[in-house]
């Protein structure tokens, strides 16, 4: 019988962060039976790693609906319990979007990303994103972009804290868009002050309204920031997600000028 493991990450706290399904030995399962098992978790994410060497795992993450290339919630809470079985230290997980490095340290994980890109995103993607957001322009402070770091994501950037709060989505329409562009996520957001910004995830794509944290999204916008010219030699962000969900949590990021991967750290607890 699979053991599935449930954790929440990106909070030390069970009743926040984003849930994640945890398989840490998944040989011998068929796609079909991945995307089975994580449909019954109903997790945003199931992440299955296949074990392949000295502390190496390949690893691929489920939706209860379709596979995505990488998931970062689900590789922090992966990393956190194999961390409390093997020892905490380095890890490499080969995933769909590429290699990714972590280490491990007392119920904490840090990933370092794939290379990260940021484009601006084209006009009639920005247009379908604002009509099913039922947003205006007029709400944007920042360039909409579509940012990959791992998997892709639409930067959202706006001007009012209460326009974040107040998201009502029409979600067919905003999965239909995300999917025209071969993104996961909508990556909305508001800077508070300085490196800290408040942050909200529709997942359509995946099945899910919500991301109550996003790590594959916040290496993405570590990455737009550096596109941006906003990192300078190096900075460090604070993003909290989940918030108005309920689920608050709580992703640390660091992005230097001159690295186009990005880090991206938080706990994970055992549920």
Known sequence: ??????????????????????????????????????ASVGYSETAFAVPGGDRA?????????????????????????????????????STRAGEVRLSTAGGRASLTSVPTRSVAAPDSVVEGALAALRWDA??????????????????????????LAALDYDFSALGDVLRSAGLITAHLFFQRAGGVFDVREPFPVGGVVEDAATGAAAAAFGGYLRELGMVGDGRS?????????????????????????VVVSGAAVAL
């Open 57 to 93: 795992f390949d690893v691929r993450y489920f939706s209860p609906v379709v596979e995505v290339p990488f998931c970062g919630h689900a590789t922090i809470a992966t990393a956190v319990a194999l961390g409390e079985r093997i020892g905490d230290g380095e890890l490499v997980f």
């Open 1 to 38: 019988m699979t053991e599935i493991l449930r954790y929440t990450a990106f909070s030390t706290d069970p009743e926040g962060g984003n849930r994640a399904g945890v398989v840490l030995d998944a040989r011998g399962l068929t796609d079909a039976e991945m995307l089975a098992v994580a």
């Open 138 to 163: 007029a709400d944007l402070a920042w360039p909409v972009h579509v940012a990959h770091g791992g998997a892709g994501h639409l930067m959202v950037g706006v001007g009012s804290r209460e326009r």
């Open 237 to 261: 962000l604070v993003l909290h997600q989940g918030v108005d969900m309920g689920r608050p949590s709580e992703l640390f990021v660091e992005v230097r000028g001159d690295d186009d991967r």
